[in-house]
T-cell receptor, first 115, second 113 residues
Framework: DTAVSQTPKYLVTQMGNDKSIKCEQN?????MYWYKQDSKKFLKIMFS???????INETVPNRFSPKSPDKAHLNLHINSLELGDSAVYFC??????????????FGEGSRLTVL | GNSVTQMEGPVTLSEEAFLTINCTYT??????LFWYVQYPGEGLQLLLK?????DKGSNKGFEATYRKETTSFHLEKGSVQVSDSAVYFC????????????FGQGTILTVHP
């Protein structure tokens, strides 16, 4: 049973399109994250939600809109895709209540290619 | 703010060689420190961690000691294998319990037979 699952794993699309990536975790965690990994493997946090509330919103273009319908799901919608959005997007979750170890559990990533 | 600096890669070693990947950090208070590993085509997974000064984290033959005096958390392994080829990330977590995990830039390790 996959703990943190993302769909789709691969996404190839044209500039200007709108696309979404979905994430679900079955670990019972209360906090979820989106990270972006560029071609040099550098990881940058984008957003974090705790119990459906946005708690971290880094400097990300407002074309990126996260949505958390419940604490087990965190989706990422991207409008008007640009070439520079090509990257691997990782979802992660963490238990911040009931004994926070600080550990993040990551999904396998969604590779977005914008042509 | 918090920051993590790792030695630049890529690192290429022969099997059974000794590995060190340096990691230093800047943070207020008393952060927890982590090493994550990313195998090709996969997400990140926790390799080891240490939550207070002088703690040693260890797993799969890898070790790292939390050194507050030098603000370091260097990763070591005595004898690497081809299967250790991956990207290694040093990270810290501090501040509020909702705080983000701050990553270093990652070090690509390739081990040849």
């Amino acid at each position: 049973d996959t703990a943190v699952s993302q769909t789709p794993k691969y996404l190839v699309t044209q500039m200007g399109n709108d696309k979404s990536i979905k994430c679900e975790q079955n670990l019972g965690h209360d906090t979820m994250y989106w990270y972006k990994q560029d071609s040099k493997k550098f990881l940058k946090i984008m957003f974090s939600y705790n119990n459906k509330e946005l708690i971290i919103n880094e400097t990300v273009p407002n074309r990126f809109s996260p949505k958390s319908p419940d604490k087990a799901h965190l989706n990422l919608h991207i409008n008007s895709l640009e070439l520079g959005d090509s990257a691997v997007y990782f979802c992660a979750s963490r238990a911040t209540s009931g004994g926070d170890t600080g550990e993040l559990f990551f999904g396998e990533g969604s590779r977005l290619t914008v042509l | 703010g918090n920051s993590v600096t790792q030695m630049e890669g890529p690192v290429t070693l022969s099997e059974e060689a000794f590995l060190t990947i340096n990691c230093t950090y800047t943070a207020t208070g008393y952060p927890s420190l982590f090493w994550y590993v990313q195998y090709p085509g996969e997400g990140l997974q926790l390799l080891l961690k240490a939550t207070k000064a002088d703690d040693k984290g260890s797993n799969k033959g890898f070790e790292a000691t939390y050194r507050k005096e030098t603000t370091s958390f260097h990763l070591e392994k005595g004898s690497v294998q081809v299967s250790d080829s991956a990207v290694y990330f040093c990270a810290l977590s501090g501040g509020t319990s909702y705080g983000k995990l701050t990553f270093g830039q990652g070090t690509i390790l390739t081990v040849h037979p």
